[in-house]
C-alpha cells in the first residue's frame, strides 16, 4: 500500500464549478501535510499548508481529518489557470522534513 | 533572487556513463533534497543534506552519490548510468528551522535519459 494515495483523475471540470480532491496518508505519526501544485513539465510549488482545523486561502480550501487519515482539498469557482497536476504531501517526520509525495490528481478546467 | 537552480536542463547518456548534476540555492538554505519523478510513482527521495558538508540516504539511493561541500550547492552524481536512472530529478531546498512547516522550494528540474 502506497503511503499516500490520491485519485489521479483526470477531473473535467468547465470554468467556475467546485471540485474537491481527497487523498488518504497510512503514516498514523505524520505531523504536517501540504497540497503542492505541479504544472505539466514544470516543478511542484507550495499550494498551501492543511491545518486540523481547516484552512482557506481565496478560493481554495484544505481540510485535514487526522482520525480517518484523510486531506482534502475543495477548489470554488474553477479557472482555466488551475489547471494542474495537484499533489498531496505528507512530512512523515523521521527526525528530518521527510516529505512523502502522492502520485498527483489531475484537474483539467475547461471554458 | 534566482531561488533553486539546476544544471544541466536535460541530458541523454548511454548506458554505463557517468554523469554529475548540480543544485545551487541563493536561499541561505540548511537542507537540501534530491528526488526522481518517474510517472505513476510520485516523487521520491533519492538522498538528502540537512547542513554543509552532511549527505544522507533517502529512499532510492542506489546507483546514486551526492556532495554537499558548499551551503549553497548539492550535487548528485551518477557513476554507471543504467536505463531505469531515466526520469526527471528535482532538487530542493528548505530552510531547516521548523522540520514541521519549512517550505521546500524545487528547481525546475533535469529530464535525464539513459538510452
Known amino acids: 500500500r502506497k503511503e499516500v494515495e490520491q485519485d489521479p483523475g483526470p477531473f473535467n471540470v468547465p470554468e467556475g464549478a467546485t471540485v474537491a480532491f481527497n487523498c488518504t496518508y497510512s503514516?498514523?505519526?505524520?505531523?504536517?501535510f501540504f497540497w503542492y501544485r505541479q504544472d505539466c513539465r514544470k516543478e511542484p510549488k507550495l499550494l498551501m499548508s492543511?491545518?486540523?482545523s481547516g484552512n482557506e486561502d481565496g478560493r481554495f480550501t484544505a481540510q485535514l481529518n487526522r482520525a480517518s487519515q484523510y486531506i482534502s482539498l475543495l477548489i470554488r469557482d474553477s479557472k482555466l489557470s488551475d489547471s494542474a497536476t495537484y499533489l498531496c504531501?505528507?512530512?512523515?517526520?523521521?527526525?528530518?522534513?521527510?516529505?512523502?509525495f502522492g502520485t498527483g490528481t489531475r484537474l483539467l478546467v475547461s471554458p | 533572487n534566482a531561488g533553486v537552480t539546476q544544471t544541466p536542463k536535460f541530458r541523454v547518456l548511454k548506458t554505463g556513463q557517468s554523469m554529475t548534476l548540480l543544485c545551487a540555492q541563493d536561499?541561505?538554505?540548511?537542507?537540501m533534497y534530491w528526488y526522481r519523478q518517474d510517472p505513476g510513482m510520485g516523487l521520491r527521495l533519492i538522498h538528502y543534506?540537512?547542513?554543509?558538508?552532511?549527505?544522507a540516504k533517502g529512499e532510492v539511493p542506489d546507483g546514486y552519490n551526492v556532495s554537499r561541500l558548499k551551503k549553497q550547492n548539492f550535487l548528485l552524481g551518477l557513476e554507471s548510468a543504467a536505463p531505469s536512472q531515466t526520469s526527471v530529478y528535482f532538487c530542493?531546498?528548505?530552510?531547516?528551522?521548523?522540520?514541521?512547516?519549512?517550505?521546500?522550494?524545487f528547481g525546475p528540474g533535469t529530464r535525464l535519459t539513459v538510452l
Open positions: 530542493a531546498s528548505s530552510g531547516g528551522s521548523d522540520r514541521f512547516t519549512d517550505t521546500q522550494y
Open positions: 503514516n498514523s505519526a505524520s505531523q504536517s
Open positions: 492543511v491545518y486540523s
Open positions: 504531501v505528507v512530512n512523515s517526520d523521521t527526525g528530518f522534513q521527510k516529505l512523502v
Open positions: 536561499m541561505n538554505h540548511e537542507y
Open positions: 543534506s540537512v547542513g554543509e558538508g552532511t549527505t
